[in-house]
């Protein structure tokens, strides 16, 4: 089925999210939709998923014009998506998910779920994706839940086909997987509109694409094309696509953590029995899939965490046990991994929000009172000195750029004296200029001799930045291997496998080899 | 019931070690026997004490009652009304020997679960329940010790449907209401609402299916309200449904004295329903004459409870029902209206409470009285989440909670020795020890009481 939009606009406010933007898209060919964070590709799909209405244009599927008044209506057209955050309801099973919205049903108006699980089994065998029908949302592994995504869409003989940035929460196999059901499902006849912000991806497996910038379409570009040219475009301007960073000299073992375990409010380990040691002047990159305890393992050093057994000790003190504020007194400057629910108050100015640590004590705060005019001095100063861009440093924080956001994060946690710094997700949505910007502070703290951790689930990340590498699975430390271990073999690791020629190793001796 | 249909629907997440409580209830068995590793995390047990320690309290209540405080005399227990076609004969128990025997199995099911819960083991269910049984036939046996009367059991069971009627419709109205999403607080409002309307259309019309059918449309009326406010304008749910209670008590209570209590004969007497009894059902001793000699009322509630059950479990309507209440955002994204789901199964709640409130009026007490409903509502409210959004299971805890009401009522016709003061505040006790206590984390369906706003 050919899909073609013209014209789309969507306003929200004064802020225009979509301007006039057209696209076409052929029968059995994957076109690849690629751009920034806020750029506007989720605005567009949602429009073409009947989940927004467009403010202009039209949407028309084999020349038709279609009016879609909500999703229900999109998938009768034959428009399937999956979504960024699955859509699927996590206590039901595959089959239940499967059905629900067209469910057929028998005697006494009873569910048919044979027939639902015999439909599952049938577009699993189709591509070859073992499925049970039978198994529980929530407990089956995110790449697994994804191809009920699938399946759910294709059970409604979807002919257009959006995936949503679907490979954010993939390992790399799993994405090397979602490749080949993509290049079937082309080859079975299905459009297919692939969201994206990896160039990686596609290169490897778009036919066309399209490149949109705030909101415009910026241009068409061929598979063929460099990923210089590619990121120039999304951006704007020429990028630069590595990280700068002298050879490390580390010192001495700053942090040591041992044999920690932590233990969730059911009594599952979530992090469990982890030991490493980060040294003066490294950065040690903490990679593995989303949800593999890394979230757990930060929050249990800064102190977020209510049971933690094991040890954390800094520059010889046991950090297990401290409240928060302590720990940031023993000198740990924390990024979190959402800045908006756990970094920022985003009511609060900038200014605010740059003393929001420091809140009980001098220079900030005398006899009680707060001293504005430090305070302003101070955010002044920081604000030009991490280039965050505003209207001021009275202006809410949450009127800020994803970028911008992060830069006030960064500004508070690096201006005062560290003795550990804990980057989680450091440029999670946020645009690629501000990246940059977060990759080279992330590494003159390095230079500066302060150990560093940073937690990402972004390969491409780790690598640029880490000394060292420990992937996490399913709450343990597979294995530390040097910064420079191949994409394959880090991939491998993030599945819970060690790759036999590899010897993983804890020490600085192993990483310099 | 197959295996993929899971029964409760809400039980089945991360092996919850902590639960004190576990479902061995109808069904559940096959995912308990799923492996711990299913989403791949080693556990440790967090170790729960709150059953063996709230065993040892009660076998240390036991020891002061039934043993130091013991009372000589012999208990007797009756099993059959004169009237019954087949008759039981009577048990006699001597009462300090049993507080002693009893009190010695508490301790024994005590040192069990505190092995159990050492050795990284749940303590089940049916142990839980076990324990409570013994305690109140010891309570029973002690109380009624040398007392002339004994003590009624058919009576103390037909008291404790009676009671627990209404119980159970609000319960349904709670379950439905919770499962699509709507925290369902003004069951009490609903239930006083339904029996004051039921009371004055019975007496108009002098037909107390008028009056019924009147009350459902009271119920859906309350929560019309609530379901205004919720989903539309999006106010707080619990709010709404506390001001909704307390606006329906005030309006009663003013059209009561000024309206009702003038013109009594003509708007405050409605016919009652007769009992109707089941032939040959009614017969079985003691089941008999507590389930099958009641009125249409109860009789529409049994088949309430097992069709709220087939349909949110087995049906089109019960699938989407709870796909709204877990993930609003994935049902709206299969092209489910999320909305008006919501809405029209507030007001199905409502119904269905309504008929709940008209059985105070129309089948137990037989007027209307201000602010009858007395907290029944609130007690409902306590099923649902007691009963983990299950109905079945709301039922069953319903009937617990109507059972330890009507405790008093028993106590107080055999000449109890414990102050009937603090036997009414039995129930309310009770309710608080199993929500807070007993059931330890439950989860409900993860989208209630949150507002679906489309972005």
Redesign the interface.
């Known amino acids: 089925m050919k899909l073609e939009l013209r014209g789309i606009t969507k306003r929200f406010g004064s802020l225009i999210a979509n301007d006039h933007i057209d696209l076409v898209v052929k029968p059995g060919e994957i076109h690849a939709l690629l751009g920034e964070n806020g750029a506007g590709k989720s605005t567009l799909m949602n429009v073409l998923?009947g989940?927004y209405q467009a403010d202009d244009g039209e949407i028309l599927l084999d020349d038709e014009v279609q009016h879609f008044a909500?999703?229900?209506?999109a998938?009768?057209a034959g428009i399937g998506?999956v979504?960024q955050h699955?859509?699927?309801?996590?206590?039901?099973?595959v089959?239940?998910n499967v059905?629900?919205?067209?469910?057929q049903?028998k005697g006494?108006?009873?569910?048919d779920?044979a027939a639902a699980?015999a439909r599952v089994r049938e577009i699993g065998s189709q591509f070859g994706f073992d499925v049970d029908?039978?198994a529980?949302v929530?407990?089956l592994?995110v790449g697994v839940q994804q191809r009920v995504e699938i399946i759910?869409a294709l059970s409604r003989d979807a002919k257009v086909l959006v995936f949503d940035e679907p490979t954010a929460v993939l390992t790399p196999q799993e994405t090397d997987e979602l490749m080949v059901i993509m290049g079937q499902l082309r080859d079975a006849g299905t459009s297919i509109v692939f969201i994206t912000h990896k160039l990686r991806e596609v290169r490897e497996i778009a036919d066309r694409i399209t490149i949109i910038r705030l909101g415009k379409v910026v241009g068409e570009a061929e598979p063929t094309a460099t990923n210089a040219e590619l990121a120039s475009l999304m951006v704007g301007r020429s990028v630069e696509l590595t990280v700068h960073k002298e050879h490390s000299e580390p010192g001495e073992a700053a942090l040591i953590v041992k044999d920690l375990?932590v233990?969730d409010?059911?009594?599952?380990?979530?992090v469990?029995s982890v030991s490493f040691e980060v040294h003066h002047g490294e950065i040690l990159a903490i990679a593995g899939v989303q949800g593999n305890g890394q979230t757990e393992l930060s929050e249990a050093i800064i102190g977020l965490q209510d049971d933690v057994r094991g040890t954390i000790i800094l520059d010889g003190k046991s950090l297990v046990g401290l409240s928060v504020s302590k720990v940031l007194d023993a000198g740990v400057g924390f990024v979190p991994e959402d800045r908006n629910v756990d970094g920022l108050v985003g009511e609060f100015t900038i200014a605010e929000n740059l003393m929001l640590d420091r809140s009980d004590n001098e220079p900030f705060v005398k006899r009680g009172t707060l001293q504005l005019s430090y305070l302003n001095t101070f955010a002044e100063e920081k604000a030009k000195e991490f280039d965050v861009r505003s209207q001021g440093i009275q202006t809410p924080v949450g009127r800020l750029s994803g970028g911008n956001q992060q830069k006030v994060v960064l500004a508070r946690e690096l201006s005062r004296d560290l003795r550990l710094f804990l980057a989680a997700q450091p440029t999670r949505g946020i645009d690629v200029g501000s990246i940059e910007f977060v990759h080279k502070r992330i590494v003159e703290t390095r230079d500066a001799g302060v150990p560093v951790i940073v937690v990402s689930t972004e390969l491409d990340e780790v690598t640029a930045l880490a000394d060292r590498i420990a992937v996490m699975y399913?709450?343990s430390i597979v294995g530390i291997v040097p910064g420079n271990t191949s994409r394959d073999v880090l991939g491998l690791m993030m599945t819970g496998e060690v790759p036999a020629e590899i010897t993983t190793t804890d020490s600085i001796e192993g990483a310099l080899l | 019931m197959?295996?993929?249909?899971?029964p409760s629907?809400?039980d089945?997440?991360?092996?919850?070690?902590?639960r004190t409580l576990d479902s061995s209830g109808p069904g559940t068995a096959t995912q308990h026997e799923?492996p711990d590793s299913?989403?791949?995390?080693?556990?440790?047990?967090?170790k729960s004490w709150k059953a063996p320690i709230g065993f040892a309290v009660f076998t240390l209540i036991a020891l002061v009652l039934f043993v130091i405080l013991g009372r000589d005399g012999d208990s007797t227990f009756t099993l059959s009304a004169d009237s019954d076609l087949i008759q039981l004969p009577d048990i006699t128990v001597a009462a300090r020997l049993t507080g002693i025997i009893v009190t010695v199995l508490m301790a024994v099911i005590t040192v069990v679960a505190f092995l159990r819960v050492r050795a990284d083991r749940r303590v089940p269910l049916w142990l839980t329940a076990l324990l409570g049984v013994l305690f109140l036939f010891a309570f029973l046996t002690w109380v009624d010790a040398g007392a002339s009367l004994p003590v009624q059991v058919p009576g103390l069971l037909v008291g404790m449907v009676s009671l627990s009627v209404p119980l159970i419709f609000g319960a349904m109205g709670g379950v439905i209401s919770e499962r699509v999403g709507v925290v369902n607080v003004a069951i009490e409002g609903q239930l006083l609402g339904g029996a004051f309307v039921a009371a004055v259309v019975a007496s108009i019309t002098q037909q107390p299916l008028l009056g019924l059918v009147a009350a459902a449309v009271a119920g859906a009326a309350v929560s019309f309200v609530l379901a205004a406010f919720a989903i539309k304008y999006l106010v707080d749910q619990v709010i709404v449904g506390v001001v909704l209670n307390v606006l329906v008590i005030g309006l009663t209570n003013f059209l009561y004295s000024q309206v009702l209590s003038k013109n009594a004969e003509l708007l405050n007497s409605p016919p009652r329903f007769d009992r109707i009894n089941i032939p040959i059902l009614s017969e079985i001793p003691i089941i008999g004459p507590t389930l099958f000699r009641q009125t249409i009322i109860v009789y529409l509630m049994y088949i309430a409870v097992a069709a709220v059950y087939f349909?949110l479990f087995?049906?089109?309507?019960g699938?989407?029902v709870?796909?709204v209440g877990?993930?609003p955002?994935?049902?709206?994204?299969?092209?489910?209206?999320v909305n008006s789901t919501r809405f029209w199964n507030v007001l199905l709640a409502g119904a269905i409470t309504g008929f709940g409130g008209a059985y105070f009026t129309l089948g137990s007490v037989g007027a209307f009285n201000k602010e009858m409903t007395a907290g029944a509502g609130y007690i409902a409210l306590a099923a649902v989440i007691f009963g983990q959004w299950d109905p079945i299971r709301a039922t069953l805890a319903a009937l617990l909670f109507g059972f330890a009401s009507n405790l008093q009522n028993a106590l107080g016709i055999i000449g109890s020795p414990v102050p009937s003061e603090f036997m009414l505040m039995l129930p309310y006790l009770l309710t608080i020890f199993a929500v807070a206590g007993l059931v330890g984390?439950s989860r409900g369906p993860?989208a209630s009481g949150r507002p679906y706003i489309?972005s």
């Open positions: 998923y989940l909500g999703p229900g209506d998938m009768n998506m979504h699955f859509m699927l309801i996590p206590v039901f099973t089959a239940e059905m629900l919205g067209h469910e049903t006494l108006g009873r569910l779920l699980r029908p039978d529980l929530e407990d592994p759910k375990s233990v409010a059911v009594g599952q380990l979530v469990n399913r709450g | 197959s295996d993929s249909m899971n629907g809400i089945t997440g991360v092996p919850d070690v902590t799923r299913s989403n791949g995390l080693a556990t440790t047990i967090v349909a087995h049906t089109r309507w699938l989407r709870r796909a877990e993930h955002q994935a049902a709206d994204t299969v092209g489910i209206n984390r993860a489309k």
